[in-house]
């Protein structure tokens, strides 16, 4: 059983950071709804958020984990809760506090070990601290709040984000909560987490069978070879080709999967079904639709040959915050494609092996599996693939050229060392056709837009910065290379306000 940290959630878009923060430094952090009252803990965190305390209606946590006589760290708006739980003063800033400021620490303290006595944070607040609870004493200020860092006993509050990287030193001071105010042991360890999975897989399935749909995709690469270590023959992993797919996918797949790791995999060979149900489908949301449906069809009609009673899913951690009630009061709740997705008529059990991680930790496990770097390393890629980068209807001409002008994309990104600097890369099929010339030729051909991210998480991004010698060279070959493309354009929008992929 490993030592954990409750992070008690208020809204703030920082929630899933403080917790992988906390997994870092080698202490499992999980993350519950702000009124949740934790049990076998060696700490709690309360997040920041976009309430005031004094208004009416403020999230604010129960009263009773205070009593449980555990450190307690409250970060920016969980700093406020605490001092209004204890009777202080919280009110309306005359002005917002955004941005760096200087840690001024004032006493010495187990949180500051180690810590410059004026060192960089980065603020966030619109409310201040007028006066203090009785019992409380400031151990720390910035030019504009005097009560930067509060304590009593064991409670801290933190009015900055020490969990961001604009905090010079924050995440030293989340390890000194840790360790020398939580008295942590650190046994959080990706390969603790190899042995503990394989060992509930094998409890769970005993002497049954299980099945699982491989993607090639690093989530459900990782769920198998998890699966393959604990029963073995009795794993039947699936891949179901879809034709969506990028150049070359199923053959990579099959190549590490099959050839090198010796798995039984099996490979349905589903295009014309894929291509046929979307037939004069233009809207995105209903290709979506369509795409799910036929893929649980096709892959239920599949598993039952295998007499499996178990499902493995690569479903992480974020899949299951995102998609149940373990969420702060600002969020929407969504439903995730891994989560409550199955149709029950299929009367498996689902086992989520990697459901209590995220997916910098997935990457961990998979280069501890041996897994190549192909695999870690690879874009984040969509369930419906290349469906949602051809704009309008698919059809097989139109995926065949895009997937010979990604290949192109992604080539280049290698060979000039930028892939491992861009969080996503990829190419989108417009549906227009321009005017070209080629010799001595006129062409009316489809225009292809290039998209580059970078991003910690996907929730924001902004478009990568290209060398203009690499664009033209990635232009020009494929322009040169792929015929049906005549024009190359890049798109330089940022999410918000676009999101990462066009449909």
Not at 181 to 192: F, L, P, Q, Y
Not at 301 to 328: F, K, M, N, W
Not at 423 to 437: D, E, I, K, N, T
Request: charged share 30%; with cysteine.
């Amino acid at each position: 059983m490993h030592e954990k940290i409750a992070v008690l959630d208020f809204g703030s878009q920082y929630t899933q950071l403080i917790a992988r923060k906390v997994r870092e430094l080698r202490v499992k952090a999980e993350i519950f709804p702000y009124n949740h009252v934790p049990r076998d803990v060696i700490g709690i965190i309360l997040s920041g958020g976009p309430s005031s305390v004094y208004e009416p209606g403020a999230p604010l946590p129960d009263p009773s984990i205070f009593s449980l006589n555990v450190p307690i760290l409250g970060i920016c708006y969980g700093m406020q809760a605490i001092v209004h739980h204890f009777g202080g003063k919280v009110e309306k800033g005359l002005k917002r506090e955004y941005g760096r400021a200087y840690l001024e620490i004032l006493s010495d303290d187990p949180l500051f070990y180690g810590l410059k006595r004026k060192t960089l944070v980065w603020m966030s607040h619109g409310d201040k601290i007028e006066e203090l609870p009785p019992g409380f004493m400031a151990i720390a200020r910035t030019e504009n709040s005097p009560y930067a860092v509060i304590k009593h006993e064991k409670i801290y509050g933190v009015q900055f984000h020490p969990e961001v990287h604009h905090t010079e030193e924050g995440k030293k001071l989340l390890e000194n909560f840790l360790y020398r105010v939580c008295n942590a042991k650190g046994t959080w360890t990706m390969e603790s987490f190899v042995e503990s999975a394989v060992r509930e897989i094998k409890e769970t399935v005993k002497d049954s069978h299980a099945v699982l749909a491989l993607s090639g995709g690093v989530d459900s690469s990782v769920a198998a070879v998890l699966a393959e270590r604990a029963i073995g023959k009795r794993f039947h992993p699936i891949f179901v080709d879809t034709g969506l797919l990028r150049k070359n996918e199923k053959e990579e797949v099959v190549r590490v999967f099959r050839d090198k790791m010796g798995m039984d995999l099996h490979v349905v060979e589903a295009e014309e079904e894929f291509l046929s149900a979307l037939k004069g489908v233009k809207d995105p949301e209903e290709k979506r639709r369509i795409i799910g449906h036929k893929f649980i069809e096709v892959f239920e009609r599949e598993a039952e040959h295998t007499g499996a009673e178990y499902l493995i899913q690569g479903t992480l951690y974020p899949d299951r915050i995102e998609s149940s009630s373990v969420i702060g009061p600002s969020r929407t709740i969504k439903t995730h494609h891994n989560v409550g997705g199955l149709p029950e008529r299929m009367k498996l059990k689902l086992v989520e092996p990697l459901r209590e991680l995220f997916k910098d930790e997935v990457r961990r496990v998979a280069r501890i599996l041996g897994l190549p770097e192909s695999i870690w390393g690879r874009h984040p890629f969509p369930g419906p693939g290349l469906a949602v980068r051809v704009l309008g209807e698919i059809t097989k001409e139109k995926l065949d050229i895009l997937r010979e002008a990604d290949a192109i994309f992604i080539e280049e990104l290698r060979k000039h060392n930028l892939y491992n600097r861009i969080w996503q890369a990829f190419c989108v099929l417009l549906p227009v056709r321009s005017v070209g010339v080629m010799g001595d030729y006129r062409t009316y051909e489809y225009v292809v837009a290039l998209r580059a991210v970078t991003s910690e998480d996907g929730m924001t991004a902004d478009w990568f910065r290209f060398p203009h010698d690499v664009l033209a060279a990635i232009s020009t070959r494929i322009v040169n290379e792929v015929r049906g493309i005549n024009r190359v354009v890049y798109d330089i929008t940022s999410k918000p306000p676009g999101t990462i992929e066009w449909e």
